[in-house]
């Protein structure tokens, strides 16, 4: 379907836009349009709804154009072609949000000028219609747009621009994968200029791919207990598309939890955007230590990036959570890892983002966990992580994976790791793209996966034939009893030893070298002898 062309007001005809690039050139001179006008966090809200309404218009505008030129249509009378155009089945089965006629886009942009009360009160009122209509976008879209303090003429402006976006058209490439790009493209873009905010709602993509790639969510449970705008539910949906096909990525059950009210509006669109169910991430915002929303979940796996070093949270000193001891108020490190490991299945895993901080640190009662928690044989791998990976935080990070079972798991023919935990240090990894900001390539990602699924002897590494090997300065699988003797202290750097420095072949041999360097020191102190005494020779004449 070739891109369409409208008129923009107070302009001639425009090319319609078809490059996800040019969108999101486009959308991105959307956001500035209001950045004078409001902060970072307000007009982050006004243009990731303006986008989500388009796409859901363009999604339902390409649905609508495949069942006008449906032949079965031309066997319908006439009279009743409108009446199954509108039919709202024939969208939703094919998981299109419906979207009644004034609030789909062309509506929008043909009224703006001439509206009564401004472009935003039709904006509200389309995003108020949008969500009667789908219960899964009920109380997620924003409408504020009709505010006192929102320049109508601006916005009017924000949404010509955002009309030149056609999220349709792009080959066989979906209006929702198009969107999707452009959604994660501007959710990085906004956490860039939040800066320490941003923590609340992004975690680096590079970040989010390792923790994926490491626990391998083929299909089961996917549980993120402070799920910010839902990445790790998206790149695990992502994982599964890439290594089993995109119909698969059903197989997938996401549950999550925000306690941010915008942060868990972002989440709910990024997930209809990413065709994921949006009911996962509950009904309302909620604190996960004072109402956890899903007490009896067990996962089969659990991803997140909690806040670091959280002091301000609701602790209960008689949590049942605490199995391995009550974590400090000063600190809810621990308390977010024991709430982890609450709600894993069985044979569940996890791989959480905390500051190095909590693989060594001893106050409050910290040191006795950590010990409890390897004891209990919960610690699977611990990786430390280079700097400048965050933008949202100069402390330094790490990722802990835990997991209920180490053994063969009978049929998965895993290798039995009980009583083992593996070491990597990834500090030296990462290209930097900018002069603060450092990101993990392909590359990376793929020796720290490749590592522990050699290291665990799961079906991927049998693939590829992989084994694992210690290897000096990078990896190396500890038993219990060495973490034992370094106190339980659990940073990589202890365990895996010095890089092995490779010698050159052409290198001159270190006893040859040393005799070599030896006679010609003494060479050079003879020479300066002789110059020493013919110097002291002519100041004897002169004198």
Same mark, same amino acid.
């Given at each position: 379907?070739?891109?369409?062309?409208?008129?923009?007001?107070?302009?001639?005809?425009?090319?319609?836009?078809?490059?996800?690039?040019?969108?999101?050139?486009?959308?991105?001179?959307?956001?500035?349009?209001?950045?004078?006008?409001?902060?970072?966090?307000?007009?982050?809200?006004?243009?990731?709804?303006?986008?989500?309404?388009?796409?859901?218009?363009?999604?339902?505008?390409?649905?609508?154009?495949?069942?006008?030129?449906?032949?079965?249509?031309?066997?319908?009378?006439?009279?009743?072609?409108?009446?199954?155009?509108?039919?709202?089945?024939?969208?939703?089965?094919? %998981?299109?949000?419906?979207?009644?006629?004034?609030?789909?886009?062309?509506?929008?942009?043909? %009224?703006?000028?001439?509206?009564?009360?401004?472009?935003?009160?039709?904006?509200?009122?389309?995003?108020?219609?949008?969500?009667?209509?789908?219960?899964?976008?009920?109380?997620?879209?924003?409408?504020?747009?009709?505010?006192?303090?929102?320049?109508?003429?601006?916005?009017?402006?924000?949404?010509?621009?955002?009309?030149?976006?056609?999220?349709?058209?792009?080959?066989?490439?979906?209006?929702?994968?198009?969107?999707?790009?452009?959604?994660?493209?501007?959710?990085?873009?906004?956490?860039?200029?939040?800066?320490?905010?941003?923590?609340?709602?992004?975690?680096?993509?590079?970040?989010?791919?390792?923790?994926?790639?490491?626990?391998?969510?083929?299909?089961?449970?996917?549980?993120d207990p402070a799920c910010g705008s839902g990445g790790m539910f998206v790149q695990s949906g992502k994982f599964v598309a890439r290594r089993r096909g995109q119909d698969h990525t059903h197989d997938l059950a996401i549950y999550g939890q925000e306690a941010n009210e915008r942060t868990w509006r972002l989440a709910k669109m990024n997930l209809?955007?990413?065709?994921?169910?949006?009911?996962?991430?509950?009904?309302?915002?909620?604190?996960?230590?004072?109402?956890?929303?899903?007490?009896?979940?067990?996962?089969?796996?659990?991803?997140?990036?909690?806040?670091?070093?959280?002091?301000?949270?609701?602790?209960?000193?008689?949590?049942?959570?605490?199995?391995?001891?009550?974590?400090?108020?000063?600190?809810?490190?621990?308390?977010?890892?024991?709430?982890?490991?609450?709600?894993?299945?069985?044979?569940?895993?996890?791989?959480?983002?905390?500051?190095?901080?909590?693989?060594?640190?001893?106050?409050?009662?910290?040191?006795?966990?950590?010990?409890?928690?390897?004891?209990?044989?919960?610690?699977?791998?611990?990786?430390?992580?280079?700097?400048?990976?965050?933008?949202?935080?100069?402390?330094?990070?790490?990722?802990?994976?835990?997991?209920?079972?180490?053994?063969?798991?009978?049929?998965?023919?895993?290798?039995?790791?009980?009583?083992?935990?593996?070491?990597?240090?990834?500090?030296?990894?990462?290209?930097?793209?900018?002069?603060?900001?450092?990101?993990?390539?392909?590359?990376?990602?793929?020796?720290?996966?490749?590592?522990?699924?050699?290291?665990?002897?799961?079906?991927?590494?049998?693939?590829?034939?992989?084994?694992?090997?210690?290897?000096?300065?990078?990896?190396?699988?500890?038993?219990?009893?060495?973490?034992?003797?370094?106190?339980?202290?659990?940073?990589?750097?202890?365990?895996?030893?010095?890089?092995?420095?490779?010698?050159?072949?052409?290198?001159?041999?270190?006893?040859?070298?040393?005799?070599?360097?030896?006679?010609?020191l003494f060479a050079h102190l003879d020479e300066s002898a002789r110059l020493d005494g013919v110097v002291r020779e002519q100041l004897g004449r002169v004198s």
């Amino acid at each position: 379907m070739p891109p369409r062309k409208r008129a923009a007001a107070g302009q001639g005809e425009l090319p319609g836009v078809s490059s996800t690039k040019e969108i999101q050139d486009i959308l991105w001179k959307a956001a500035d349009k209001l950045r004078g006008s409001m902060d970072a966090a307000q007009y982050k809200e006004f243009v990731l709804g303006l986008v989500f309404l388009k796409y859901v218009s363009d999604a339902f505008t390409e649905r609508r154009e495949e069942l006008a030129a449906d032949p079965e249509l031309a066997q319908i009378p006439e009279h009743r072609r409108a009446a199954f155009l509108e039919d709202k089945d024939e969208y939703t089965e094919k %998981n299109v949000f419906w979207v009644p006629a004034t609030a789909r886009w062309d509506h929008i942009a043909d %009224n703006a000028a001439s509206a009564e009360g401004g472009v935003g009160s039709l904006l509200d009122t389309a995003m108020d219609e949008v969500m009667k209509a789908n219960k899964a976008l009920t109380g997620v879209l924003p409408k504020i747009f009709n505010r006192d303090n929102v320049d109508q003429q601006r916005l009017k402006e924000l949404v010509d621009l955002i009309s030149d976006a056609r999220f349709t058209g792009h080959g066989d490439r979906p209006a929702q994968d198009v969107l999707g790009e452009v959604y994660e493209y501007f959710l990085e873009r906004f956490a860039r200029a939040e800066g320490k905010r941003a923590g609340e709602f992004y975690t680096p993509a590079s970040v989010v791919r390792l923790i994926v790639e490491v626990l391998e969510p083929y299909e089961g449970r996917v549980y993120d207990p402070a799920c910010g705008s839902g990445g790790m539910f998206v790149q695990s949906g992502k994982f599964v598309a890439r290594r089993r096909g995109q119909d698969h990525t059903h197989d997938l059950a996401i549950y999550g939890q925000e306690a941010n009210e915008r942060t868990w509006r972002l989440a709910k669109m990024n997930l209809a955007i990413h065709g994921m169910d949006p009911k996962g991430v509950g009904d309302r915002w909620a604190d996960t230590f004072a109402d956890d929303k899903l007490p009896d979940l067990q996962a089969d796996f659990v991803m997140a990036n909690p806040p670091f070093n959280m002091s301000d949270w609701a602790r209960k000193s008689d949590d049942r959570r605490w199995r391995y001891g009550a974590p400090p108020q000063s600190n809810a490190n621990y308390a977010w890892l024991q709430h982890i490991v609450s709600k894993l299945g069985d044979r569940g895993s996890a791989g959480v983002v905390l500051s190095n901080g909590s693989m060594s640190s001893k106050q409050s009662g910290e040191g006795e966990i950590r010990a409890a928690m390897v004891e209990a044989d919960l610690v699977a791998c611990m990786i430390a992580l280079p700097g400048n990976l965050f933008r949202t935080t100069a402390i330094p990070a790490c990722l802990w994976f835990l997991t209920k079972d180490k053994s063969p798991q009978g049929a998965k023919a895993l290798e039995d790791r009980r009583s083992r935990v593996l070491f990597i240090d990834a500090r030296a990894m990462g290209t930097m793209v900018d002069r603060t900001e450092r990101v993990l390539t392909e590359e990376d990602l793929a020796r720290v996966a490749d590592t522990y699924h050699a290291w665990r002897g799961t079906k991927s590494a049998r693939e590829k034939g992989l084994t694992y090997e210690d290897v000096p300065g990078f990896c190396y699988s500890a038993t219990l009893e060495e973490i034992a003797k370094h106190d339980f202290v659990l940073t990589p750097g202890r365990y895996v030893g010095a890089a092995e420095v490779e010698e050159d072949p052409d290198a001159e041999p270190v006893g040859e070298r040393i005799a070599r360097l030896t006679k010609e020191l003494f060479a050079h102190l003879d020479e300066s002898a002789r110059l020493d005494g013919v110097v002291r020779e002519q100041l004897g004449r002169v004198s």
